[in-house]
């Protein structure tokens, strides 16, 4: 395939992963209203917010890191998105995976958030570096079940490239990670708890208590695009845990259901859970998440 | 003995000339650019409107006792968010502010700064019927008569207290308001910017922020 055609087919999954995470967005809003015993907002709510947020007159911002912050976190999910091969064996969807990919998303995860942190930072509201603060520390502790849960995988497969991970799972079921690994599986999927940011991890924005944490500056323009930011990222995410435990996908409608289902498992968790403290989700993290993870690395060790 | 007669407060001159509270902005531009096709620019304002119409942000700010019938917009019983309304606790995000119930001239200083930080176009709710003469609290040494003098009303909803019934009619008003263009109390507000700022600074006497909260 022409680099050309590639680059073209690579930007439609972009912009279809942003409409994507959208929706995914006010099917949350939805499902918790409903969990809530009310009617909700409709389903398109999100894509109504963001054209509000894009025709604001004004905006205000606080100089050029402030400016660059969600450009930053934009660039991290589409990047993340880049980097992820969505549909197995079909050159359109492969986007741009090489060998030692998963190393770089890794450093997607964070590359975001750290330009979220020092444009929040920049907006000099006490809120923001509170909101930093709390979440920079949660994603710290997160990130060592993650880790290690990412280390067995790979050694499992015996390559770094998120592309053969997901060949060494084609078979069937049985052969996904998430049944060849499951200490593995366990540690990623609590983790992943963590990096969405729903209860009850959710103190990072906590609405009663820190307005909305490291956006709280942020207005008109710069929302919108961080909205389709978090969009795409929160895709990017999902699309890279199933290549990592589900297998990867062979058609489109299949990678629907098992994105959904794995952005669903911290929406659910989510919506009956009250929130733990900062300290509390560290403790926890560093608990139970990374002694499974442990636990899937001697797995792949002494097989 | 103090005298026990009330008068009622002497009010502001009425606002200049020339610019009247529900004016219509020209609000049809794309990327910066402005049309010179008419129904080109009627489109582009009429599609802006409703976006804005259909994704109000609350700023969740209570100045008075009004406020407590703001929570029940929240819950399953009345649930303002089908309409796409959502409380925002920040200034930066919100698009409505809404004054429930008296304010005191201590609160109008921070209500002020809240409102001037709010990205333009913004709206204000004048909430029960202390916004609009007082209330019960018309011979009130320390709180304002007439919110209308001091901030760009757009929509009051009457009573004391008004049920959160009234104020989700309040809301699809000005959310009909909005659509036609005809709530353009922010722009107001700017024309007029020094009346207000008399009539904000005849209160506030300890007036230690700078003249536009930006």
Sequence with gaps: MPLATKIAWSALGVLVAIAYGLSIGGVIRKVMARIQGRIGPPVWQPFIDLGKNLFMRSATHHGVMFILGPVFRAAGGIGLFLLIPVIVGDPRFENFAFSGDLLLAMYFLFFGSLGMALGAGEGGHPHSPIGIGRGLAQMSSFELPFGLAVVAIAAQAGSFSIAEIVASQQGGVLHWNLFAN?????????????????????????????????????????????????????????????????????????????????????????????????????????????????????????? | MTDTKRTLPVLPPAPPEGATPHAPVDDACFLGERPDVPKLREALATIKNWFRANSLWVMAYGTGCGSIELRPLTTARFDMERFGMAMRPTPRQ?????????????????????????????????????????????????????????????????????????????????????????????????????????????????????????
């Design chain 1, 182 to 303: 499951p200490f593995a599986s366990v540690a990623a999927f609590l983790a992943f708890l963590g990096m969405n940011m729903y209860a009850p991890f959710n103190i990072v924005g906590a609405p009663q208590e820190i307005p909305v944490g490291p956006p709280t500056e942020y207005n008109s323009q710069f929302l919108s695009l961080m909205m389709a930011g978090r969009a795409i990222f929160a895709v990017a995410k999902m699309v890279l845990y199933m290549d990592l435990f589900l297998g990867g996908a062979h058609s489109i409608p299949e990678a629907f259901v098992k994105t959904f289902l794995i952005y669903f498992w911290s929406v659910f968790v989510g919506a009956v859970f009250p929130r733990f403290r900062t300290e509390q989700a560290i403790r926890f993290f560093l608990g139970w998440p990374t002694a499974a993870g442990i636990a899937g690395v001697l797995l792949v060790m002494f097989r």
């Design chain 2, 94 to 214: 919100s698009n409505v502010l809404i004054i429930s119930g008296y304010l005191a001239t201590k609160s109008l200083k921070r209500v002020i700064r809240s409102y001037e930080q709010m990205p333009a176009p913004k709206w204000v709710v004048g909430l029960g019927s202390c916004t609009i003469n007082g209330g019960m609290y018309w011979d009130s040494y320390n709180t304002i008569n007439r919110l209308d003098l001091y901030l760009p009303v757009d929509v009051y909803i009457a009573g004391c207290m008004p049920r959160p019934e009234a104020l989700l009619a309040g809301f699809s008003y000005l959310m009909e308001r909005i659509k036609k263009g005809e709530a353009n109390g922010w722009h107001h507000y700017l024309e007029n910017l020094d009346w207000y700022k008399e009539n904000q600074k005849k209160l506030i006497t300890d007036w230690d922020m700078p003249d536009y909260n930006w």
